[in-house]
């Protein structure tokens, strides 16, 4: 089993920054990839930003490339997704996510793990 918690979120103005923190605890060595996804009220779950543990890739979903920024520190097991430039429209409860199968995760069906959430609220 692996648990996974945030912490970071909080209210900020639109153009501000946030780094939102995910603890990775348990059978950490299993983990392939991990994830950030968010789910805005009303819509569905989107990914965000992904991590590869095997190659150290990185990804983005096209909304938030050039503002994210997601990062590991393996000796903490921890990951962390630097949020600046903030837009109204990134309000959403952001999710970190772990896969012990695959290397690459871009949809919540490919998700092993999920942590609790933590409340993003970017105002205007």
């Known amino acids: 089993q692996v648990q996974l918690v945030e912490s970071g979120g909080g209210l900020v103005q639109a153009g501000g920054s946030l780094r939102l923190s995910c603890a990775a605890s348990?059978?950490?060595?299993?983990?392939?990839?991990m994830a950030w996804f968010r789910q805005a009220p009303g819509k569905e779950r989107e990914f965000v930003a992904g991590f590869s543990k095997s190659g150290g890739s990185t990804y983005y979903a096209d909304s938030v490339k050039g503002r994210f920024t997601i990062a590991v520190d393996n000796a903490k097991n921890t990951v962390y997704l630097q949020t600046n430039s903030l837009k109204p429209e990134d309000t959403a409860v952001y999710y970190c996510?772990?896969?012990?199968?695959?290397?690459?995760?871009?949809?919540?069906?490919?998700?092993?793990?999920w942590g609790q959430g933590t409340q993003v609220t970017v105002f205007s």
């Open positions: 348990g059978r950490t060595f299993s983990i392939y990839a």
């Open positions: 996510a772990a896969s012990t199968a695959r290397e690459n995760i871009r949809y919540p069906s490919g998700v092993d793990y």
